[in-house]
């Protein structure tokens, strides 16, 4: 297993804004191709106006394989339109559990 772990700095002012679209238009679509995430945090202290979200595969094949089906989906091209220039930073990891990691 790997995990995907992403960390989106939203611009100021629009974190709710970011996180509503995302729960009702990219999440469906991101759930149809890549299954259910493992986690979806916002920070609340530290760097603010962060989102933190962890999507598990099998392999690097796996999420290739995945994020290819979503992208070629037309719901996910809209909502990359609305929720384009939302985002100030990106910040991408590929992480996978150590032998004893409750999580495998």
């Not at 469906?28 to 191709?33: E, F, G, N, S």
């Not at 962890?54 to 999420?63: F, K, P, T, V």
């Not at 290819?68 to 384009?84: F, I, L, N, V």
Request: proline share 6%; glycine share 6%.
């Amino acid at each position: 297993m790997i995990v995907d772990h992403r960390t989106y700095t939203i611009r100021h002012g629009q974190a709710n804004t970011y996180i509503d679209l995302f729960e009702k238009e990219g999440l469906p679509v991101q759930i149809k191709h890549l299954g259910k995430p493992i986690a979806y945090f916002e920070t609340t202290i530290g760097p603010l106006n962060q989102v933190i979200h962890l999507w598990g595969y099998e392999s690097l094949a796996d999420m290739e394989k995945r994020r290819a089906q979503r992208d070629a989906d037309p719901a996910w091209t809209e909502y990359k339109k609305k929720s384009g220039g939302m985002l100030e930073a990106q910040e991408n990891k590929i992480v996978k559990p150590t032998s004893f990691s409750p999580l495998k």
